[in-house]
């Protein structure tokens, strides 16, 4: 398939094992979406009609648990599917909604046509049912984790997390990376106040984990790397 070569070599290893029998007449109803940074691919409460495919392109999930609240939980990256959950669980309606952070690159595949190949194809079953339970064990594990987790501790995983997601974007694991996020934006990612998230990175400061100038946060490969041996050293046991 031509647009899986949009993907990073590694998921695109893992597509051509997908697609590999992948009936023609499903793989010519899949179309290409391309959607800009800030809008919406798809809303929770709608009707789950498409399966996308992030071939290009960062997004992030919302949920709304009060009133102009909004609660975003996860990042996705090229090669993740959205909708699929919902698809197979045989759930009418998308769960969640997710946005995109930068310009992205979808594949879209009807939600129907979706069902009718993995009906027809063992291989892509398997291979997507063990993607789905690895991600539900995984996240399950994490949530534990992450309950328990003072606001400092919930910073340095999510700062590490992005650097790692520039890094692979750029190709570049020297760069110094800047925090393209607002005060507002990590009060939502993290689940801590906005006073809260500003006392914390000045801790990280101190640390020398994080440089701030005229509040803006960046982090060098040196910082990057004290983050990561702190998490080694106290979370990850």
């Given amino acids: ?3 899986v070569k949009l ?3 590694k998921e695109q290893e893992y597509m051509n094992r997908l697609f590999a029998g992948c009936p023609e007449k499903i793989k010519n109803c899949m179309t290409i ?5 800030g ?5 929770a409460g709608e009707p789950c009609e498409s399966i996308f495919i992030i071939l290009k392109g960062r997004a992030i999930g919302i ?7 909004i609660y975003e939980f996860k990042e996705f990256g090229p090669g993740r599917f959205l909708g699929e959950f919902e698809c197979l669980s045989s759930i009418p309606e998308y769960g969640i909604s997710v946005r995109t952070l930068t310009d992205c690159t979808l594949c879209v595949i009807l939600s129907e046509m979706y069902l009718e190949w993995m009906k027809h194809d063992g291989n892509a079953l398997f291979l997507r049912t063990q993607n789905i339970l690895l991600e539900l064990t995984r996240q399950t594990r994490n949530d534990r984790k992450y309950l328990m987790l003072e606001c400092m501790d919930r910073m340095v995983l999510y700062l590490l997390e992005y650097c790692e997601k520039q890094y692979s974007e750029k190709q570049d694991r020297t760069m110094e990376i800047f925090i393209q996020r607002t005060r507002e934006e990590l009060s939502n990612a993290i689940g801590f106040t906005e006073k809260t998230i500003n006392r914390n990175i000045r801790k990280l400061a101190e640390q020398d984990f994080v440089s701030v100038h005229s509040g ?6 040196k910082q990057y790397d004290a983050m990561n041996h702190y ?3 106290k979370l990850i046991k």
């Fill in 216 to 221: 803006k946060i960046s982090i060098s490969r």
């Fill in 231 to 233: 998490v080694h050293g």
């Fill in 39 to 43: 809008r919406s691919i798809l809303l």
């Fill in 1 to 3: 398939m031509e647009p």
């Fill in 63 to 69: 949920d709304v648990q009060l009133p102009e609240k």
């Fill in 33 to 37: 979406r391309k959607v800009e940074k």
């Fill in 7 to 9: 993907l990073p070599s």
